[in-house]
Protein backbone atom coordinates (compact mmCIF):
# COMPACT_ATOMS: atom_id res chain seq x y z
CA UNK A 1 0.00 0.00 0.00
CA UNK A 2 1.53 3.58 -0.77
CA UNK A 3 -0.23 6.97 0.19
CA UNK A 4 -0.39 9.61 -2.55
CA UNK A 5 -0.95 13.20 -2.58
CA UNK A 6 -2.85 15.24 -5.08
CA UNK A 7 -2.16 19.02 -4.87
CA UNK A 8 -4.75 20.83 -6.75
CA UNK A 9 -3.02 24.32 -5.85
CA UNK A 10 -4.13 27.47 -7.30
CA UNK A 11 -0.86 28.92 -9.08
CA UNK A 12 0.24 32.13 -8.82
CA UNK A 13 1.16 33.48 -12.29
CA UNK A 14 4.62 33.42 -13.24
CA UNK A 15 5.33 34.06 -9.60
CA UNK A 16 8.41 31.29 -8.88
CA UNK A 17 8.49 33.16 -5.00
CA UNK A 18 5.08 32.89 -4.34
CA UNK A 19 4.06 29.34 -6.10
CA UNK A 20 7.57 27.75 -3.84
CA UNK A 21 6.08 28.76 -0.60
CA UNK A 22 2.57 27.05 -1.73
CA UNK A 23 4.39 24.28 -2.59
CA UNK A 24 6.33 24.11 0.62
CA UNK A 25 3.32 24.33 2.44
CA UNK A 26 1.77 21.36 0.86
CA UNK A 27 5.13 19.26 1.59
CA UNK A 28 5.07 19.51 4.75
CA UNK A 29 1.22 18.38 4.93
CA UNK A 30 2.28 15.66 3.22
CA UNK A 31 4.99 15.09 5.34
CA UNK A 32 2.28 14.85 8.29
CA UNK A 33 0.25 12.61 6.58
CA UNK A 34 2.60 10.05 5.41
CA UNK A 35 2.50 10.54 1.81
CA UNK A 36 5.02 8.91 0.09
CA UNK A 37 4.32 10.49 -3.50
CA UNK A 38 3.13 13.85 -3.78
CA UNK A 39 2.14 15.15 -7.23
CA UNK A 40 1.71 18.84 -8.17
CA UNK A 41 0.14 20.72 -11.71
CA UNK A 42 1.30 21.33 -15.30
CA UNK A 43 3.95 23.93 -15.23
CA UNK A 44 3.50 24.36 -11.17
CA UNK A 45 5.58 27.26 -10.74
CA UNK A 46 4.37 29.34 -13.60
CA UNK A 47 0.61 27.86 -14.53
CA UNK A 48 0.08 27.72 -18.63
CA UNK A 49 2.99 30.48 -19.69
CA UNK A 50 3.42 30.89 -23.44
CA UNK A 51 6.22 32.92 -21.94
CA UNK A 52 9.25 30.60 -22.93
CA UNK A 53 11.82 32.86 -21.04
CA UNK A 54 10.39 31.11 -18.04
CA UNK A 55 12.81 28.18 -19.14
CA UNK A 56 15.73 30.54 -17.77
CA UNK A 57 14.48 29.35 -14.69
CA UNK A 58 14.78 25.28 -15.00
CA UNK A 59 17.66 25.00 -13.33
CA UNK A 60 16.08 26.67 -10.33
CA UNK A 61 12.91 25.39 -10.54
CA UNK A 62 14.44 21.62 -10.45
CA UNK A 63 17.27 22.08 -7.29
CA UNK A 64 14.15 23.44 -5.72
CA UNK A 65 12.37 20.22 -6.00
CA UNK A 66 15.10 17.84 -5.37
CA UNK A 67 16.42 19.71 -2.20
CA UNK A 68 12.71 19.68 -0.81
CA UNK A 69 12.13 15.69 -1.62
CA UNK A 70 15.10 15.30 0.08
CA UNK A 71 14.04 17.37 3.02
CA UNK A 72 10.94 15.90 3.61
CA UNK A 73 11.52 12.24 2.13
CA UNK A 74 9.05 12.21 -0.66
CA UNK A 75 8.46 11.64 -3.90
CA UNK A 76 7.37 14.92 -6.00
CA UNK A 77 5.62 14.86 -9.73
CA UNK A 78 5.67 18.73 -11.13
CA UNK A 79 5.62 20.47 -14.34
CA UNK A 80 8.75 22.90 -15.90
CA UNK A 81 9.06 24.75 -18.79
CA UNK A 82 12.35 23.41 -20.46
CA UNK A 83 14.59 24.03 -23.21
CA UNK A 84 14.16 21.66 -26.01
CA UNK A 85 17.31 21.89 -28.35
CA UNK A 86 17.71 24.06 -31.77
CA UNK A 87 15.67 27.19 -29.58
CA UNK A 88 12.66 24.89 -29.28
CA UNK A 89 10.81 24.68 -26.19
CA UNK A 90 9.16 21.93 -23.93
CA UNK A 91 6.18 21.21 -21.26
CA UNK A 92 7.48 18.53 -19.55
CA UNK A 93 7.02 16.06 -16.35
CA UNK A 94 9.49 15.39 -13.63
CA UNK A 95 9.87 12.74 -11.08
CA UNK A 96 12.37 13.23 -8.61
CA UNK A 97 12.71 10.53 -5.58
CA UNK A 98 13.31 11.05 -1.85
CA UNK A 99 17.26 10.51 -2.35
CA UNK A 100 16.70 13.72 -5.12
CA UNK A 101 17.46 11.08 -7.85
CA UNK A 102 15.31 12.51 -11.23
CA UNK A 103 13.87 9.38 -12.28
CA UNK A 104 11.73 10.29 -15.17
CA UNK A 105 11.40 13.56 -16.95
CA UNK A 106 8.62 13.28 -20.28
CA UNK A 107 7.75 16.10 -22.91
CA UNK A 108 4.40 16.56 -23.77
CA UNK A 109 3.95 15.27 -27.15
CA UNK A 110 0.91 16.92 -27.89
CA UNK A 111 0.82 20.75 -27.24
CA UNK A 112 -1.97 21.81 -27.39
CA UNK A 113 -2.77 24.08 -30.70
CA UNK A 114 -6.58 25.11 -29.80
CA UNK A 115 -4.75 26.90 -26.98
CA UNK A 116 -1.63 28.40 -28.74
CA UNK A 117 1.00 26.17 -26.85
CA UNK A 118 1.81 24.56 -30.07
CA UNK A 119 3.10 28.00 -31.35
CA UNK A 120 5.68 28.12 -28.45
CA UNK A 121 6.37 24.58 -27.22
CA UNK A 122 7.22 21.54 -29.26
CA UNK A 123 5.67 18.10 -29.04
CA UNK A 124 7.77 15.48 -27.42
CA UNK A 125 8.78 12.32 -29.03
CA UNK A 126 8.78 9.58 -26.59
CA UNK A 127 7.00 8.14 -23.58
CA UNK A 128 8.82 7.16 -20.68
CA UNK A 129 8.27 4.94 -17.31
CA UNK A 130 10.33 4.47 -14.06
CA UNK A 131 10.71 2.12 -11.62
CA UNK A 132 9.67 3.36 -8.20
CA UNK A 133 9.68 1.33 -5.23
CA UNK A 134 7.84 -1.84 -5.94
CA UNK A 135 6.14 -0.76 -9.06
CA UNK A 136 6.52 1.30 -12.29
CA UNK A 137 5.36 4.77 -12.93
CA UNK A 138 4.49 6.94 -16.03
CA UNK A 139 3.16 10.10 -16.57
CA UNK A 140 1.57 13.18 -19.35
CA UNK A 141 0.58 16.02 -19.82
CA UNK A 142 -2.95 17.77 -19.89
CA UNK A 143 -4.22 17.30 -23.58
CA UNK A 144 -2.05 13.97 -23.68
CA UNK A 145 -5.22 12.46 -22.16
CA UNK A 146 -7.07 12.80 -25.11
CA UNK A 147 -5.15 10.46 -26.77
CA UNK A 148 -5.30 6.78 -25.75
CA UNK A 149 -2.62 5.52 -27.87
CA UNK A 150 -0.09 6.56 -25.56
CA UNK A 151 -1.80 5.16 -22.56
CA UNK A 152 -1.94 2.33 -24.02
CA UNK A 153 2.29 2.33 -24.61
CA UNK A 154 3.06 2.84 -21.38
CA UNK A 155 0.22 0.40 -19.39
CA UNK A 156 2.15 -2.65 -20.76
CA UNK A 157 4.58 -1.95 -17.45
CA UNK A 158 3.04 0.99 -15.55
CA UNK A 159 0.37 0.28 -12.86
CA UNK A 160 -0.01 4.26 -11.92
CA UNK A 161 -0.09 7.01 -14.70
CA UNK A 162 -0.36 10.40 -13.80
CA UNK A 163 -1.75 13.30 -15.32
CA UNK A 164 -0.99 16.95 -14.67
CA UNK A 165 -3.10 19.53 -16.11
CA UNK A 166 -4.17 22.93 -16.27
CA UNK A 167 -7.67 21.70 -17.48
CA UNK A 168 -10.56 25.06 -17.43
CA UNK A 169 -13.52 24.32 -15.49
CA UNK A 170 -15.41 24.49 -19.01
CA UNK A 171 -14.82 20.90 -19.98
CA UNK A 172 -13.89 20.07 -16.43
CA UNK A 173 -16.70 17.03 -16.88
CA UNK A 174 -14.45 15.52 -20.03
CA UNK A 175 -11.48 15.67 -17.56
CA UNK A 176 -13.25 13.20 -15.03
CA UNK A 177 -14.68 10.84 -17.71
CA UNK A 178 -11.25 10.71 -20.01
CA UNK A 179 -9.51 9.79 -16.38
CA UNK A 180 -11.58 7.17 -15.87
CA UNK A 181 -11.59 5.68 -19.37
CA UNK A 182 -7.79 5.85 -19.53
CA UNK A 183 -8.24 3.53 -15.80
CA UNK A 184 -10.45 1.21 -17.52
CA UNK A 185 -9.09 0.18 -20.65
CA UNK A 186 -5.31 0.30 -19.44
CA UNK A 187 -6.47 -1.73 -16.11
CA UNK A 188 -4.54 0.46 -14.22
CA UNK A 189 -5.12 3.54 -11.77
CA UNK A 190 -4.21 6.70 -13.14
CA UNK A 191 -4.18 9.29 -11.17
CA UNK A 192 -5.59 13.62 -12.62
CA UNK A 193 -4.37 16.43 -10.68
CA UNK A 194 -5.43 19.90 -12.23
CA UNK A 195 -4.93 23.31 -11.25
CA UNK A 196 -7.60 25.90 -9.36
CA UNK A 197 -8.44 29.50 -9.35
CA UNK A 198 -8.03 31.47 -12.05
CA UNK A 199 -5.63 32.71 -14.89
CA UNK A 200 -6.72 35.45 -17.55
CA UNK A 201 -9.89 34.54 -18.81
CA UNK A 202 -9.87 31.01 -17.29
CA UNK A 203 -11.22 29.35 -14.24
CA UNK A 204 -10.12 26.07 -13.10
CA UNK A 205 -11.74 24.14 -10.29
CA UNK A 206 -9.85 21.71 -9.71
CA UNK A 207 -11.13 18.12 -9.76
CA UNK A 208 -7.86 15.99 -8.91
CA UNK A 209 -8.62 12.45 -8.89
CA UNK A 210 -7.23 8.95 -8.71
CA UNK A 211 -9.45 6.16 -10.46
CA UNK A 212 -9.18 2.56 -10.04
CA UNK A 213 -8.99 -0.46 -13.12
CA UNK A 214 -12.94 -0.53 -12.48
CA UNK A 215 -13.14 2.96 -13.51
CA UNK A 216 -14.20 3.84 -9.56
CA UNK A 217 -13.00 7.16 -8.27
CA UNK A 218 -11.20 6.84 -5.25
CA UNK A 219 -10.95 10.23 -4.11
CA UNK A 220 -13.71 13.15 -3.41
CA UNK A 221 -14.62 15.95 -5.73
CA UNK A 222 -13.19 19.14 -4.28
CA UNK A 223 -12.76 22.56 -6.25
CA UNK A 224 -10.96 24.86 -3.67
CA UNK A 225 -7.21 24.65 -3.57
CA UNK A 226 -6.13 21.23 -1.49
CA UNK A 227 -4.30 18.35 -1.03
CA UNK A 228 -6.36 14.89 -1.63
CA UNK A 229 -4.90 11.66 -0.48
CA UNK A 230 -5.19 8.20 -1.39
CA UNK A 231 -3.65 5.00 -0.61
CA UNK A 232 -3.40 2.37 -3.15
CA UNK A 233 -3.06 -1.58 -3.61
CA UNK A 234 -0.86 -2.04 -6.45
CA UNK A 235 -0.73 -5.19 -5.83
CA UNK A 236 -4.47 -5.65 -7.05
CA UNK A 237 -3.17 -4.50 -10.13
CA UNK A 238 -1.51 -7.82 -11.23
CA UNK A 239 -4.64 -9.66 -9.67
CA UNK A 240 -6.75 -8.05 -12.04
CA UNK A 241 -4.95 -8.22 -14.51
CA UNK A 242 -4.29 -12.31 -14.31
CA UNK A 243 -8.21 -12.51 -14.27
CA UNK A 244 -9.43 -10.29 -16.44
CA UNK A 245 -6.70 -9.85 -19.87
CA UNK A 246 -7.32 -6.91 -21.47
CA UNK A 247 -3.41 -5.80 -21.80
CA UNK A 248 -2.44 -9.01 -23.17
CA UNK A 249 -5.53 -9.59 -25.59
CA UNK A 250 -4.21 -6.21 -27.66
CA UNK A 251 -2.86 -6.83 -31.01
CA UNK A 252 -0.56 -3.64 -31.13
CA UNK A 253 1.42 -5.46 -34.63
CA UNK A 254 -1.35 -6.13 -36.08
CA UNK A 255 -2.63 -2.68 -35.48
CA UNK A 256 0.06 -0.92 -37.01
CA UNK A 257 0.18 -2.62 -40.39
CA UNK A 258 -4.25 -1.99 -40.68
CA UNK A 259 -5.42 0.38 -42.53
CA UNK A 260 -9.02 2.17 -43.04
CA UNK A 261 -11.03 0.85 -45.85
CA UNK A 262 -14.15 2.93 -46.24
CA UNK A 263 -16.47 1.14 -49.08
CA UNK A 264 -18.52 3.04 -50.89
Known amino acids: MHRFGLVQMDIVWENIGENKKKVERFLKEAKEKAVECIVFPEMTMTGFSMNTSMAAYYDEINEFFEKKAVEYGVTI ?31 KIHPFSFGAESKYYTGGEQVYACHWKDTILSGFICYDLRFPTIFQMVSKESKVIFVIANWPDARVDQWDALLCARA ?9 VNRTGRAGSLNY ?20 EAMLTVDLDLSLIDQFRAGFPVIQDRRSDLYKKMKLIIHE
Open 205 to 224: NGHAGAYNFNGERLTEIIEE
Open 184 to 192: VENACYVIG
Open 77 to 107: VYGIIAEGGKEKFENRLIIVDETGKRLMEYA
